[in-house]
Structure formats: C-alpha cells, structure tokens
C-alpha cells in the first residue's frame, strides 16, 4: 500500500459466496504444493539419479569463494564419498535445480529419490516396515513418536560439520534421548497474516483478527484442525499447545471453530490455493506461509504481510535416518552437503523455503527479516501432541464445517 493512499473496504454484502471445501486429509505442517511458477516437480517417482560417468561438478561452483571456503571444512568437498545408493524420501519441491544430479557427481552415490505425500503417511510407512529409504524429511510433529517406538538410527553429528550452524531455536529436546539426537533440521517457516488493504482497512495485528465479525466474508485460512487449535486458542488468550485432553477446552475451541467458519469465505489446502484465493479476491485476511507470502506482497502494494503480536506460528521439518538403513553414511553425507549450500540450491533459492543455517544466511547477504529472523524469539511452533489430542481436535473440526455449512449458527 501506498504511504497516504485512500482505502476502502469491500462491502459486506458484496462478498463472495461462502465456499467450505469438504474435509481432506491435510498434513499439519508440511503440505508445501504450492502451486507458482517457482514448483517444478522432478519427473516421475523414486526417480534415480544415475552415478556420474563425466569428471566431477563443483557443487558450490557458483557460490563464490566466501560459500565455497564455509564448506571447506566437510568431508564432501574434499571428494570423499561412501559410495553405494542414497534412497532419500522427501518433496520434489525441496530437490530443483538439479541438486541431487550434482550430489551424485560430488561423491559417486547413486540418488533414488520417492516423492513425500505426508509426514503422518511416512510415519505410518514406518511403522508398517514399508519404508525403503536411507534419510526422512518429517514435520517436527511427526519425529518424537518414531524415536519412542525405536523406528529411527541415531544421527553422528561429529560427522555433520555444519550442524553448529544451524539455528539453535530449532535444535529441539524432543529430537534428543539419552544423549543421542535423531534428526537435524532441515528447512523452516512460518504462517503470518497477509491482508489486501483495498478492500480492509483499519488496524489488523492480532491474531483475534481472524475472528472480528466486520471481516465476515472477507476471511480466508487453512483446512487442518491442528493449525486452527493453535489460532483458536492464541486468539483467546489460551495454550495453542495442550498436551493432553485435560489440558484442551473442547467446548470452546468447537466454538470458536463455528463462529470463525462462519466469517469464511474461503479455506485452502495448499500454499497455491492460498495464493488464489487472495488474488481472485475470495479472501482479503487469512494466514498463508511465508514463502506464499512473500511473492504476494512483493507482487502488488495493496497486500501486506505481517506477523501478528502474538508471534506467527511457526512449522519445521527435519532429516532423520530410519532404523535399519542401508546405507547411513551417504546419509550423514547428505544432510552435510545440504547444509554446505545444497538446500539453498534445490530449496531456498527456487521456492524462498528457508534453509536453517546461520551462515548460508550470512554468505549470501539475505535479508533475514524476509523470514522473521530478525526476532526469532517470536516464533510460537506447533509441538508435537499426543494422538489421541490431534484426532479429537480433527473430529471438532469437521463437526464444526458440518454445522457451520448448514448455517446452523454457533
């Protein structure tokens, strides 16, 4: 928006048609489909990268010397390799440019690769002894229950020379057990508010927001219970993380469900339905992801990103290594290179995902204020919860679009 420029507000009466999708199975933290120009899936599943038969690619070539010698230190860039196939199950959309042909040039690993549909259905593959892979990405959510049932190989981090440059916010206890930590972050984001302020005015900084009846029509948000306990409960003064049954207020988190459906006009299952909504002028308030965000708001000056006062929510995924993988060392091996610059190629740099690692930051001169690290503290993350909290919550959900749907009023 333009400093002094005059704002209207859409009339009520004039907003779109209330559209509630019906329920599906969303993933918490880690639906990234974001349907922009920058998400080129790689072609295919379990898509195998074959070992290089031309002398080796620098893999930090473009970087720069000031990248290349903040990588110098890791047993990848010296040409060291352990050979054999890395079998890594992660999103297309983390793995662009390229990035696992060059790792595969880098150290002679053969790279299979299988497509993510969820951090749950990767837990569940888990549990059922179906999954066929060396390294995991996981929502945060999903890794202390697979380390409770002894589903995950314990990481070496003497042998992940730039796990001291990841941010320590997000090197959380719950990933650490009798001394042994099983998973390294991997990439991190959050959900601030985004408003089109030609068709609302006025001040929008709170959370609470969301749930102000002069906003009805104009409405947008996520279609996953998890994340709508955490704004229910943030927006009334409540814990956005309970930990138990006891600990979560059914009746008004129902409530406040019905009464914040009945103010929507819109809800999105991915980052480009996000998008959509707000540029087709269903939706004039709601959350998005950061990385959604941002593109928006550089798009057009009547959008405008912010995080609210009571701190964004925050989600994050990280790299384990499944109990019994065949191959550990490409594993660590990867999670390095990853580290060294590999994730800013295939994650960051396309998709403006941020890849958590201080100097990766620092080398390439980014801004960190784009992702909110300019006041980390304000980052409120969705921890992880018992089952049986996450499937009350989803069936409080659902209960709550059927009665919202039908106008049967809260």
Not at 203 to 221: A, F, K, R, T
Request: glycine share 10%.
């Amino acid at each position: 928006m333009v400093a002094g420029e005059p704002t209207k507000s859409l009339p009520l009466g004039s907003a779109p048609e209330r559209r509630l999708p019906t329920p599906s199975v969303a993933d918490g933290t880690d639906a990234y489909r974001t349907g922009t120009e920058a998400f080129k899936p790689i072609a295919g599943v379990d898509t195998v990268m074959p070992r290089p038969t031309v002398s080796r690619r620098s893999l930090l070539a473009t970087t720069g010397a000031g990248l290349a010698a903040f990588g110098a230190g890791c047993t990848g860039l010296t040409g060291g390799g352990s050979g054999g196939t890395l079998r890594l199950l992660d999103y297309s959309y983390a793995l662009q440019n390229d990035v696992l042909e060059q790792f595969s040039e880098e150290h002679g690993i053969e790279a299979t690769f299988q497509d993510s549909q969820s951090s749950q259905q990767n837990l569940a593959k888990l549990r059922s002894g179906r999954v066929d892979a060396d390294l995991i990405a996981f929502g945060n959510y999903a890794i202390p229950p697979a380390m409770e049932e002894g589903l995950l190989e314990p990481i070496d981090l003497d042998r992940i020379d730039n796990y001291d440059a990841v941010f320590d916010f997000l090197k959380k206890d719950y990933f650490e057990t009798e001394g042994q930590v099983y998973a390294v972050p991997r990439s991190f984001g959050t959900t601030p508010l985004v408003v089109d302020r030609s068709r609302i005015e006025g001040s929008v900084s709170s959370v609470e927001s969301l749930w102000n009846p002069d906003y009805e029509g104009l409405i947008g948000g996520r279609n996953d219970a998890r994340y709508q306990l955490h704004f229910a409960n943030q927006a009334h003064g409540r814990d956005p993380n309970p930990t138990s049954l006891d600990e979560l207020d059914e009746a008004a988190v129902r409530s406040n469900f019905v009464d914040r459906l009945e103010l929507t006009s819109g809800l999105w299952n991915t980052g480009g339905e996000a998008e959509s909504l707000m540029r087709n002028g269903e939706v004039a308030l709601q959350e998005m992801y950061n990385f959604n965000a941002l593109p928006l708001t550089e798009s057009e000056e009547r959008y405008e990103r912010l995080f609210p006062e009571e701190g964004p929510r925050a989600w994050f995924l990280a790299y384990s290594i499944p109990a019994g993988a065949d191959n550990v060392e490409a594993a660590h091996t990867f999670i390095e290179e990853w580290h060294a610059g590999l994730g800013y190629d295939g994650l960051m740099e396309p998709n403006r995902i941020a890849l958590p690692n201080e100097r990766v930051f620092e080398e390439r001169g980014i801004d960190r204020a784009q992702y909110g690290l300019d006041d980390p503290d304000q980052f409120i993350y969705g921890e992880p919860k018992p089952q049986e909290v996450v499937d009350r919550v989803t069936r409080l959900w659902s209960e709550a679009k059927s009665q919202a749907g039908t106008g049967s009023g809260s």
